[in-house]
């Protein structure tokens, strides 16, 4: 019998839809993805379900929404037994399983994070680029073995050095896992902790991107008031103008580390010197799987590999006044680069239009492996589209997101967002507010048209199928097994 393909998943943190350089983006350099997406099929409007990590990694590890897996925040103490994760499903057919760096199903505040029962056996943990864990950190213990010490290298503005960043490590450990397992058919879930907070690259990746050649972000005035009247809506930093962003404010994460901005500026911090940070970081990111795509067609096992880019979710970057994430619902903050290759199986160079989530993920790669899909999954596999055998245009009437008091800040936010391709419908349940933006007429989302008196019929229509989506999204419990 054919064995079945190996699977290389590489899901970078907070990566925005628009950083990939084959894709439309002329400042950032991607050369190794840019090379992926032309030798697979790039789906140019993927959307996670949660704009924050650990509710939008339970959801595209399990192909449910975060609601309907229980797990809707960051720092749940556990990740619950049901439903399995697409490791587990893996592993249980055979699959020898890799965790490489961060997983995130559950708090890693103070600890290294509880496992659930996730059918790694090669497991090389990192959350963050930290040395705050008593034990349980092989990131840290990497980088002591190569005679650095972690605790004292993030203090230091100019970011740690290229060859001990943990983006570096993960593929250091990637290689290792694929050489290792050339004789059987693996799993690798490689998560890479960049481009997020606190947006400090090396230097020498610094020194690559000039921030007055980098493109402002989407910002008008308009966004102070909008983001004023959305301001008990939990958020990680507040709208300002993008070129008066206070390093005291809210928007820097409490950590030991300086961010790159406060070093360079030392009491401001503008919206262009942010993006090239997090170019930066980027390149450092291609660079490392150009190494790791090299390590496979070097072991021979490249043409049997499946291979997934893809991000947890995105980024503001200085979009409408913010940075980081929360409870909002903007392109850059839940679209997200999504390409997937497998040469001589999939379309190459193809570029879908289709509307998919991240849910669709793992009934894909059961569908590829001929494993089977539960019928309970909201995700729906992308097979038929990557065998030619779909309209690549046509995946999905809407995509959605959910927020459900996600964060550790005031408020207790409850939000979902419904995306049809034209009209986003997005309400904030518990503040008795809502937006709606046209993405045909303005796709910057800057027109919120939830007040305007000639959108008030299709506000109500949108209202009443987003209740729809949002109800029949939930899970329903395990399989009959009799009548009553």
């Excluded at 997406?37 to 990694?57: D, E, H, I, K, W």
């Excluded at 970081?281 to 790791?292: C, N, P, T």
Aim: glycine share 8%.
């Amino acid at each position: 019998m054919k064995r079945r393909p190996n699977i290389l998943w590489i899901c970078t943190d907070q990566q925005r839809y628009d950083t990939i350089g084959a894709l439309g983006n002329q400042h950032v350099s991607t050369p190794h993805l840019d090379q992926l997406t032309r030798r697979g099929t790039a789906f140019l409007r993927a959307y996670c379900q949660s704009p924050v990590c650990t509710p939008s990694r339970a959801s595209f590890l399990t192909g449910l929404y975060p609601s309907a897996v229980r797990v809707n925040r960051n720092g749940n103490p556990a990740f619950p037994d049901f439903p399995p994760l697409i490791s587990r499903r893996l592993a249980d057919a055979g699959y020898t399983c890799g965790l490489i760096g961060k997983l995130h199903l559950s708090s890693a505040y103070g600890r290294s994070e509880a496992r659930a029962d996730d059918g790694y056996s090669y497991w090389q943990y990192s959350h963050a680029p930290r040395d705050d864990w008593a034990s349980g950190h092989d990131y840290a213990d990497w980088v002591r073995e190569h005679g650095g010490d972690l605790g004292e290298l993030v203090k230091d503005a100019r970011g740690l050095p290229a060859e001990l960043h943990q983006t570096t490590w993960c593929a250091e450990k990637t290689i290792e896992f694929l050489q290792a397992n050339r004789d059987r058919a693996w799993f690798a879930s490689v998560n890479i902790y960049d481009p997020h907070p606190p947006f400090n690259p090396p230097q020498s990746y610094r020194e690559l991107f000039d921030p007055v050649a980098m493109p402002p972000p989407l910002f008008r005035a308009s966004d102070l008031a909008q983001q004023a009247k959305l301001a008990d809506i939990d958020f990680q930093s507040r709208a300002r103008p993008p070129d008066c962003l206070d390093i005291n404010s809210p928007i820097l994460p409490q950590s030991p580390q300086r961010s790159l901005i406060e070093a360079e500026t030392a009491g401001a911090r503008d919206a262009q010197t942010l993006i090239a940070a997090y170019y930066a970081m980027i390149k450092l990111i291609d660079e490392q799987i150009g190494r790791i795509m090299a390590a496979l067609e070097e072991s021979g096992q490249r043409n049997n590999t499946v291979i997934i880019f893809t991000s947890d979710h995105g980024e503001m970057l200085g979009d409408h006044g913010l940075i980081q994430k929360g409870c909002r619902f903007y392109e850059g903050l839940v679209r997200v680069p999504l390409i997937l290759a497998w040469s001589g199986q999939f379309a190459q160079g193809l570029r879908s239009q289709a509307l998919v989530e991240l849910t669709d993920i793992a009934p894909t790669l059961l569908d590829t492996c001929g494993l089977g899909i539960p019928p309970y999954l909201n995700g729906k596999s992308l097979l038929p589209i990557l065998t030619g055998a779909a309209d690549p245009d046509q995946h999905r009437e809407y995509v959605r997101c959910e927020y459900i008091d996600a964060l550790d800040l005031p408020g207790a936010s409850v939000a979902t967002m419904r995306y049809d391709g034209r009209y986003k419908f997005i309400r904030y349940h518990n503040h008795n507010q809502g937006e709606l933006y046209d993405l045909q007429s303005d796709p910057g989302e800057f027109v919120d048209l939830w007040e305007s008196a000639a959108h008030q019929e299709l506000k109500l229509n949108l209202a009443l199928r987003s209740l729809d989506a949002t109800l029949t999204s939930q899970y329903h419990g395990a399989p009959r097994i009799g009548p009553m």
